[in-house]
């Protein structure tokens, strides 16, 4: 399951990962501690500790490690922050948040994806609430959140989830059709929404409904 190998290499990307960009210190540290080729189909596990997106299933991927690096550093977590992720995916990501103290609120609309992330994080004993649902909804009567996180690409930015945004919170999504997509970060300032963009990335597109 995990071997010095894997740690060997894990320490590596990590440092690699530290040279590429100006990436939170505490988003490196959750990423040194979490296994990242449990989360790998297995016909890519050699390739799991290189900064590499590898397909899931469903028509879906695991970020690569700087995609998962930067908008982990953007969304600026504390301890006990109550989250709410759009893409729960391999469960990878939601690994990241909770290793880092998150209150982590997941949703997945692939069923298949959503049990093998399940099973595998309560396998690492990490314990967020995953959720069956569309990602467009969000989890309105949760809300308000202090950060939201969406791992697909948006063809705008989904209004009923900024709407679910605390007062002080941010959002952090990709935004654009087609290949490439704007990283925004969204921070809410009482009814006024400030929008930095934070370069350009590459997401599956975000569905609505669930599958």
Known sequence: MENIKHRGLRKRLVQQLAQKGRFDPKVLEAMLRIPRHLFIEPSFLRYAYQDMAFPIGCGQTISQPYTVAAQSSLLEIAPRMKVLEIGTGSGYQSAVLTEMGANLYSIERHLPLHERAKQLLEQLTYRP???????????????????????????????????????????????????????????????????????????????????
Not at 183 to 202: A, D, V, W
């Open 129 to 211: 609430r995953l959720y069956y649902a569309d990602g467009y909804i969000g989890i309105p009567t949760l809300a308000p959140f202090d950060r939201i996180l969406v791992t697909a690409a948006a063809p705008e930015v989904p209004s009923q989830l900024l709407n679910q945004l605390g007062d002080g919170g941010i959002m952090v999504v990709p935004v654009g059709e087609g290949k490439d997509q704007v990283m925004m970060k969204i921070r809410r300032c009482g009814n006024e929404f400030e929008i930095e963009k934070h370069g350009t990335f590459s997401f599956v597109p975000m569905l609505k409904g669930r599958e």
